[in-house]
């Protein structure tokens, strides 16, 4: 069978402007990879009719699959409907289900349809339609001679749901895709990125198919497990032998697969021995809670937490003691166990989790920018109490103070303490 | 004089897997704006000799200058000093002083050189060399009739350096390169992308230098307004010009400037006000907070906020009253506005925002997921409370409803009344 051969064009003068990275199309790549459809070039032009024109051009004399990404906007900038209308010289009206569709979105959210964005319900003739549920302009999708043309918004979580509920199953049915490509990946975490490299060296240089590849990330690491077969059944098979192999070197590190973070396997863990939990924030400022809250079934066991950025919050909210505050300071160890303690009594859950620190870049209380204490507190016997030195940017320093939290969260919830 | 078109070329089969984003185009994209070099196209091919010599051939056909980056390691996948003496017709042969370079390279860092390094010291006949500090593989300018040709590193360490310190020195001496372009963003929030572009759309329309093009995020809107001119000063003066115009039509929808968020904006309204901000959050689950609290100095301004996300946190540590929660739901209108009123006496504030509301992607209490129920409070007699109706999108959902509170605070903070 002769290979399926795939292109990608991302249409927007912003990504030659160097404004934005083309993460659509890095995306769309593996998605068909994944598929086993290989993408032989990517492409980006400007909103420009002409030279649209000529990379569709261009696309249709070398590849079957062209996956258009951008240009599908109301502004007088968003030419790809036109261009691909005059380029396969198919008629464009605008399509009186899509117009209602495109009506009832704004009127769901009471907003204001505008005259321009009437042109997001123009079709071309014959193509098939995706819906856009997240966004206003429907996807198309339009078969020139051999070639299949896709095109979908440049908004990356709208194209990335229409890629997902539509396109791909379309691809995949319509094409009869044979051999597939699967990878899975295994994630680690309490063990850097060298020394979980060093651990499988050998493993990841010997290894053609499957292949393995190490992705490092904020304060954990994955190994990508990539394998290639007729069926997924046996690419999973060589998979799950390969997994096997790098799992009896590194298991004890390895918490999690594919997309779940360590947010999701804490939040399932602590559902599934009946545990809640309660946090009191400082420099994180809430976004613990919001890992947190980001996992589905969070609700079974975060009650809440307390977002005590001020010294008045952490007394009047928390009830951490004025003497602590003065003797230790907000900045101290002494202060993390107390909120951790308050939260969970407040809150009445099994753990909390407590963090303290400077953001920066100004020093506080004689600590530097970076300089985090973080606490996990059962009771009054099984609590964990650290200092950490992150680094003096903000950002980092309250994402990895995060990560640690959960880190801790996840050792604990394995060992028999949980 | 004309107008200068450059073009890059990523060369990998690592991006057309969708390993890695093309970050590399991204980058040169914009330091070749900044110089006034126009970028008209990116291509992305794999480590393949006949796509990479047909990506040269194309490009020489349109474009004066082109970068291409990747290809130049040890490796047999990297061809791209190959591909250019193979198209350019020039030989290709080990240079002495590369070779020596190269040497000396491994000898400093006390590592090994491997016998497939050699060929990085192939030269091109005829080309410019540009040294590499940064890593081992040199960069090359061959120019071929009317193209010049750059070939650098992929590593984007190393072809930054390599940029800054070398190519656009020579390109803008080669070229005699006049002009820059400046560019700058007015951001909006409260208006719609298509409602603005309607507003302006005959000065977008009319103009040439500068242009103004319009962007769209989540939840807000900015337009970029991009001069042309000999100098920097000369450019400014051009883009105040037009920045008048557009505000004297939409001024009263801009809230800031180039990389200024809507956070940044508000904390800094909150603290030349002199007014105290706190947070109740249900289902936002502390995404508020973790935004005000990303600006530096928000300490000024935000004490705290509670992250209710039971209803029992809402009772307990809020305070809300079970007969609201009974009798009208924990996603109700009243009870956002008692969780802002109780936000904002315990933690002892000006103004707070509360947000309740179904994340999903289950319905809750009869409530589709996306709808969310946000209040704005200072006293009995001022405060707003208004339901959304947002998208079936855990994520989206929680982060619209957050940047919509933050329009609420800015809007509030520009009357009379903040």
């Known amino acids: 069978m002769q290979q399926l051969q795939a292109e ?37 032009v400007g909103d420009n009719h002409d030279r649209i024109y000529r990379s569709f051009e261009l696309a249709k004399s070398r590849s079957d699959i062209v996956l258009v990404t951008g240009g599908l ?36 959210r009471n907003r204001t349809m505008s005259e321009n964005n009437r042109k997001q319900a123009n079709v071309i003739e014959d193509a098939t339609m995706i819906p856009n549920d997240a966004g206003t302009a429907p996807g198309m ?9 896709v095109i979908m918004p440049g908004v990356p979580t709208e194209m990335k749901k229409m890629m997902n509920d539509a396109v791909l199953p379309y691809l995949k ?39 393995i590849a190490p992705l490092a990330s904020d304060g954990e690491v994955a190994l990508r497990i990539t394998a290639r077969a007729e069926t997924t059944k046996e690419a999973n098979r060589l998979i799950e032998a390969s997994e096997a192999t790098l799992l009896a070197r590194v298991g004890q590190y390895a918490y999690g697969f594919n997309s779940e973070s360590i947010a999701d396997v804490v939040v399932k863990q ?57 003797s230790f300071g907000a900045v101290s160890k002494e202060t993390v166990i107390e909120m951790a303690k308050q939260a969970k009594d407040k809150l009445n859950t099994d753990v909390a989790v407590s963090f303290t620190g400077v953001a920066g870049p100004e020093p506080l209380e004689g600590h530097e920018a970076g300089t985090v204490f973080l606490c996990l507190y059962h009771d009054e016997e099984h609590y964990r109490a650290e200092k950490f030195s992150f680094v003096n940017h903000r950002e980092l320093t309250r994402t990895r103070a995060v990560k640690k939290a959960l880190e801790w969260l996840y050792y604990y919830l394995q060992s028999n303490h949980g």
Chains 1, 2 share one sequence.
């Open 73 to 108: 906007g109301p502004t007088d900038d968003d030419l790809t409907r036109e261009v691909l209308s005059d380029f396969t010289k198919r008629a464009l009206y605008q399509d009186k289900s899509a117009l209602a569709q495109l009506e009832a979105f704004f009127k769901r």
């Open 141 to 149: 999708i339009v078969i020139d001679d051999d070639t299949t043309f």
């Open 173 to 211: 049915e319509t094409f009869q895709l044979q051999d597939v490509i699967v990878s899975k990946m295994v994630r680690f975490i309490g063990i850097g990125e060298s020394q979980l490299e060093m651990e499988v060296k050998d493993l990841i240089e010997q290894q053609s198919n499957p292949t």
């Open 8 to 44: 990608i064009i991302g249409v927007g003068t912003e990504l030659l402007l160097g404004q934005i990275a083309n993460t659509n199309a890095q995306w769309i790549s593996e998605a068909l990879a994944n598929q086993g459809i290989s993408v032989y070039h990517h492409q980006v």
């Open 270 to 326: 602590l559902a599934n021995k009946g545990l809640t939990l309660a946090a009191a924030e400082s420099l994180t400022g809430g976004r613990f809670s919001d890992a947190i809250v980001s996992v589905p079934g969070a609700s079974r066991v975060f009650k809440g937490s307390i977002v005590s950025y001020s010294n008045e919050a952490k007394m009047k909210l928390l009830g951490v003691s004025e003497v602590t505050l003065q």
